[in-house]
């Protein structure tokens, strides 16, 4: 029987950034994958000459685990401009960092959006956050929701253009995600510059299993791990299809749909996202801003024209645009899941008043496992060592993005390596 230090099960970014540690510790690290390429959810497809995400997804370099372990100047990213265009009733205006695009504080102004009650209410709301961010994650915590109804935040801003926005980064628009944790989101966005890399976002588990495999972790793909079975002595990993393994520690870095299906844990509640990738001939603006709809029209939470800030994704003479609807739980795929065609595309013209019959559907994802849900009070660490030789990573053991997933991998790779050096 083939036998190793470890196994991590799993390579997406928490299994990946936990096997390049282990490896760089000179463990002997093996990376199982169920699929026949790196990523989990960080996954992008060439499709008649489009670069698509498994969902819009974006990169954000202010992250400190991102700056710890990745080279972000390898990736090419392709930045965004901070800010979000609204869709109104009376037509669309525009909302920048004013910092990073002063020439747009008239515009932001002027748009109607922003009282002097909704500035002072959103000044107090992100302060603590901008100024001591761990006093944030250490004091107490309610549903964003509520901390807004309690500071006064009531007014357009709120309805018009918070809501909207962070539906689509929560995947939920009811307010019950922890307000300490849309704090910290905040925090990243206003620190930050988002991007894409050239070769789209599953360049960068690409990268991070590149450095795994320099430190010596062998990354075997299409190799689905059916069973786990414990004893004092280590474990043994049965893999469909090929011959059962042998490690003194297993780490657990599979998505939150399926951890429950390997270890006896509970599995963590998720959220649903489903994107609509369009090829057009015509950009429908010149803006690479991400819209939301103000007015709350129709299940489109945000869209944007991806090839505007990243034309990477997009063959020369056409232009690809993004729509991402929320997707309830029990949603079914096959039926088209909460939003239909029809709908997207007329929302989407009125967003971008623009003709969107004739754009070409290139594919939906249908993502039921999106994000974990991030409820209040924040937790933002759960242990990684389950006991024996089993350790668990992933982003629902953390915080729901890609600074969560590194974070957490680190995590049980130092945990393990604890374990191996008597506790220190």
């Not at 928490?14 to 463990?27: P, Q, Y």
């Not at 930050?192 to 360049?203: K, N, Q």
Request: aromatic share 4%; proline share 7%.
């Amino acid at each position: 029987m083939e036998t190793h230090d470890t196994i991590v099960i799993g390579a997406g970014l928490a299994g990946l950034r936990s096997a390049a540690r282990l490896a760089e510790a000179g463990r002997d690290v093996v990376v199982l994958e169920a699929e026949s390429v790196v990523g989990g959810r960080q996954r992008t497809d060439a499709v008649d000459g489009f670069l698509l995400d498994r969902g819009f997804q974006i990169l954000n370099p202010a992250y400190p685990a991102v700056k710890r372990w990745v080279d972000v100047g390898a990736l090419g990213l392709q930045r965004f401009p901070v800010g979000v265009r609204v869709r109104r009733e009376s037509g669309s205006v525009e909302l920048t960092h004013p910092l990073r695009h002063p020439a747009g504080i008239p515009a932001s102004l002027g748009s109607a959006l922003i009282t002097p009650k909704d500035l002072a209410a959103l000044v107090r709301w992100l302060a603590p956050v901008l100024l001591r961010p761990r006093s944030v994650i250490a004091g107490s915590d309610r549903t964003v929701r509520a901390e807004w109804d309690r500071i006064g935040l009531r007014g357009p801003l709120r309805t018009q253009v918070l809501e909207p926005f962070l539906a689509g980064v929560l995947g939920e628009d009811d307010g019950t995600s922890s307000d300490a944790f849309t704090r910290l989101l905040m925090r990243m966005f206003a620190l930050g510059s988002p991007g894409l890399p050239a070769d789209g976002i599953g360049a960068l588990p690409a990268q991070l299993a590149r450095g795994a495999a320099g430190a010596g972790a062998d990354i075997r793909l299409d190799a689905r791990v059916r069973r786990i079975r414990t004893g004092a002595d280590g474990a043994e990993v049965d893999v469909a299809g090929a011959e059962t393994l042998r490690a003194r520690s297993v780490v657990v870095a599979v998505g939150p749909g399926a951890v429950g299906d390997l270890l006896d844990v509970r599995a963590p509640a998720t959220r649903g996202l489903q994107t609509w990738w369009f090829g057009a001939d015509a950009p429908p603006t010149a803006s690479a801003l991400l819209a939301v709809d103000g007015r709350r029209r129709g299940p489109v939470v945000n869209t944007v024209v991806i090839s505007n800030a990243a034309p990477s994704y997009a063959p020369r003479g056409r232009h690809l645009v993004a729509a991402t609807c929320l997707l309830p739980k029990g949603a079914r795929a096959d039926a088209g899941g909460p939003a239909r065609e029809g709908e997207v595309r007329r929302q989407l013209a009125e967003v971008w008043d623009a003709d969107s019959a004739g754009w070409e559907l290139l594919r939906r994802d249908d993502i039921p496992d999106a994000l974990p849900t991030q409820p209040a009070p924040l937790r933002t660490t759960s242990p990684a060592h389950l006991g024996g030789g089993l350790y668990v990573a992933g982003d629902y053991r953390d915080t729901a993005s890609i600074q969560g997933a590194l974070v957490s991998g680190e995590r049980a790779a130092r945990a393990m390596l604890r374990t191996a050096n008597g506790g220190r």
